[in-house]
């Protein structure tokens, strides 16, 4: 079955670059979905596709996927930013459906 | 203004049953597959059941198959999800949301929750 990695945490500066990856067999060949959660809120659907970015969701974020690893880059960081993301993709078997990586908990220091 | 709101949540005692429920409004219910998706307090998002928008295509967690059955009904706006045999570990947030197409894509609108908590 479909395993997702992602790294517990990642801490970065106001006004850098924030780099969470998703690890996974093959995922450049499966479309790869990120989710944003602040804390006591609902997620978010930030990127799509890969991608794509729904209406509203800020230039600054951006996805990239490719061989066994994809990325959610967040430029220009602000403490607004701070929250858990996660990653997802449908699963490959039959039987397998929506798979989370374990989530990211993104500081901004 | 798309919006999809749980209800029906609350305290249940293992082995007994729950039924959520979920009414979206702002766009055609009947073109989207709708979810359900958990989290446990303090953990991460686990994806729990889905239904495409002609209900010919329904998808459940090993961890909840055979216990919980999701259901919509088009006509009312509404998407369902009867548990029935709960279990501690099934405490958790429960989140509705809408697919982005009618078949499973990636989950675009969240409601913000029902908790569910099973305890004696």
């Known amino acids: 079955s479909d395993v997702l990695t992602q790294p517990p945490s990642v801490s970065v500066a106001p006004g850098k670059t924030a780099r969470i990856t998703c690890g996974g067999s093959?995922?450049?060949?499966?479309?790869v979905h990120w989710y944003q959660q602040k804390p006591g809120q609902a997620p978010v659907l930030v990127v799509y596709?890969?991608?794509d970015r729904p209406s509203g969701i800020p230039e600054r974020i951006s996805g990239s996927n490719s061989g066994n690893t994809a990325t959610l880059t967040i430029s220009r960081v602000e403490a607004g930013d701070e929250a858990d993301y996660y990653c997802?993709?449908?699963?490959?078997?039959?039987?397998?459906?929506?798979?989370f990586g374990g989530g990211t908990q993104l500081t901004v220091l | 203004e798309v919006q999809v709101v749980e209800s029906g949540g609350g305290l249940a005692q293992p082995g007994r049953s729950l039924r959520l429920s979920c009414a979206a409004s702002?766009?055609?219910?009947?073109?989207?597959?709708m979810h359900w998706v958990r989290q446990a307090p303090g953990k991460g998002l686990e994806w729990v059941s889905g239904?495409?928008?002609?209900?010919?295509?329904?998808g459940y967690a090993d961890s909840v198959k055979g216990r919980f059955t999701i259901s919509r009904d088009n006509a009312k706006n509404s998407l369902y999800l009867q548990m029935n045999s709960l279990r501690a570990e099934d405490t958790a947030f429960y989140y509705c949301?809408?697919?982005?197409?009618?078949?499973?894509?990636?989950?675009?609108?969240w409601g913000q929750g029902a908790l569910v908590t099973v305890s004696s």
């Open positions: 702002g766009f055609a219910f009947d073109d989207y597959a």
């Open positions: 093959n995922l450049g060949g499966k479309s």
């Open positions: 596709d890969d991608s």
């Open positions: 239904i495409n928008w002609k209900s010919n295509n329904i």
């Open positions: 997802q993709v449908w699963g490959s078997s039959s039987d397998q459906f929506a798979v």
């Open positions: 949301i809408k697919d982005g197409n009618g078949y499973f894509t990636f989950l675009e609108s």
